[in-house]
């Protein structure tokens, strides 16, 4: 019993020392810009790995840009598109959460009902919504492996937090900006315009900032489909939306 004790007491400590050391991390971030994030190192090893078995060219692009140097279009149309109230929660959106568990609640009973009416038809599985944050996506983009385990997203929680507690709402949004995935190899604002619309992060319309933000939950997908009706149509969404949104 006494050596079990003492194990235990280690494992706490061990998690007590990780938990400082995001900390830290999260603190350094209030004055120093993050040159990468756990997903994009996990990115570009998996990029390198594809290039040598298949001789295909090395494409990655990250150019950190400050804030002053995001067009505001652009700011407005992520937190219109991914997370409208950004501004005011701390953190967490519980409501969104909700609203997404319910969603895929009754996506998973059309599925159901869809693979019992056709059995010889192979079943799909129902496309799964999430309802995190962009702080939620800054914390697990920016220190955590992309696993999805019970005791990671108690993780991401735990930084989210941090985050919050540490760093202003424009902060947060110039380092998700900065870091967040918009194609293969492309990472951050201003990668992205100069993929797609060939201009700096600043110079970007309305209507493109808008598609850019359409992107976001499925870059790869998109990144090879900007002629999708899907995209346009919701682009247009998104820029009627922009107007009503109110930036930190």
Known sequence: MRSLGRWLLWLVLAGLALQLFFLARIALMVAVDPTSTAFMRSEAWRIAGASLQSD??????HHWVPDAQISPHLKRAVIA???AGFTDHRGVDWGAIEGAWQKNERRQQLAEKRAARQPAQPAREPKVVGGSTITQQLAKNLLLSGERQLLRKGQELVLTLMLEALLDKRRILEIYLNSVEWGEGIFGAEAASQRYFNKPAGKLSPHEAARLAV????PKFFETRQ?????ARRTGTIVARMGGVALP
């Open 215 to 218: 992107m976001l939950p499925s």
């Open 81 to 83: 598109s991914e997370d």
């Open 227 to 231: 002629g999708s009706a899907y995209l």
């Open 56 to 61: 295909k060219d090395w494409r990655w692009s």
